[in-house]
């Protein structure tokens, strides 16, 4: 984990505890008590307030319209907060207009497309996140010493087509899960891995495990290239897993690093596990039976919208919040070139 350790154990901290006295109103009396487990760290990483940081300087700067290719992070919220400031999400760099500013997500994107940006001539900013920018820069320096790259990597999900878009054709061969890795068949020659940077802690170290068992003289990051957000986060969760009725963990669907964390507290002991894309969106009747809830956030999801989760819950229930912290961040990026 990066940050400030705390100890071995996660450190609780009583948010707030009401109590029914005969002072309170009847109405809030007779309210159903719920306990809720609240993760941290949670929600926004240092890369994804960065790329936010990006769009929004570019508006300052440059006036609107900024356009943006693809969702500058995974979360609706975030993205429609940016539109109403003046940016503009298109799929491709063919949606922006000659003359135009974009600025490219923080998921990365492949090398073609800064190539087509300077061919257009278009003012462009890579918000791309510094730890996924690292991992481009290894797949290059494998290249340069003649390596075939096994990417660990979800297939469709931008950061990988970034990263697998660094290199030639061929010269990277996607590896999903501990099946494929049982039965990948690389090129003859040196190997070595790299892997998408929000992946399940576990599940990348069973893939990294068959990897090694079959190419022992693969070579890889002394470290996996998952981030420390992205560990710090799934860390927090197994913390509430196993005392949680249910764990609810904001972000959205093609979050893979929600996704994730949705996945890790079904395995660390959870009743259940959902994703939840927005509080509104809440179908209280998952809540039937549940005395203790928990709570997480994607590294996309604002803290806001954690806030008005617990606003919504607090209006059915008396609420005893709990927060069970793992770690203290204190990874700040500072904003790309020509932002800076």
Not at 139 to 144: K, M
């Amino acid at each position: 984990m990066k940050g400030r350790h705390l100890s071995d154990e996660p450190i609780t901290t009583i948010v707030g505890r009401p109590n029914v006295t005969d002072n309170m109103p009847k109405a809030f009396a007779d309210k159903p008590p719920l306990r809720i487990l609240l993760a941290a760290p949670r929600g926004f990483c240092a890369g994804v307030d960065r790329a936010i940081r990006v769009v929004e300087e570019a508006l300052r700067r440059y006036g609107a319209p900024v356009y943006v290719r693809h969702e500058i992070v995974h979360n609706r919220t975030v993205v429609e907060r940016l539109e109403a400031k003046g940016a503009v999400f298109v799929d491709e760099l063919g949606g922006v207009p000659d003359g135009g500013h974009v600025v490219f997500s923080a998921h990365g994107v492949p090398k073609s497309v800064p190539d087509e940006a300077r061919r257009r001539a278009l003012l462009y900013v890579d918000a791309t996140c510094p730890l996924v920018s690292k991992v481009h820069r290894e797949a290059e320096r494998h290249f340069s010493a003649a390596r075939h790259v096994l990417m660990i990597g979800h297939a469709g999900h931008p950061e990988v087509e970034g990263t697998m878009g660094q290199l030639p054709a061929g010269a990277m061969t996607l590896v999903q899960d501990a099946d494929e890795a049982r039965t990948v068949c690389p090129p003859p020659g040196n190997l070595a891995f790299i892997t998408q940077t929000t992946l399940s802690v576990d599940d990348t170290a069973e893939i990294v495990a068959v990897l090694r068992e079959r190419f022992p003289a693969i070579s890889g990051p002394k470290h996996e290239d998952i981030c420390y957000a992205t560990t710090n986060r799934q860390a927090a969760v197994k913390a509430i897993a196993s005392g949680s009725d249910l764990v609810l963990v904001i972000g959205s669907p093609n979050s893979s690093n929600s996704q994730r964390l949705r996945e890790v507290a079904e395995r660390s002991g959870a009743g259940r596990a959902l994703l939840l894309p927005r509080p509104e969106m809440l179908d209280w009747t998952v809540l039937d039976g549940v005395e203790v809830l928990g709570i997480s956030a994607g590294a996309s999801a604002p803290e806001e919208l954690v806030g008005a989760l617990l606003r919504l819950l607090g209006n059915r229930y008396a609420l005893a919040v709990e927060e069970r912290r793992v770690v203290d961040e204190d990874v700040v990026f500072r904003l790309p070139a020509p932002l800076a």
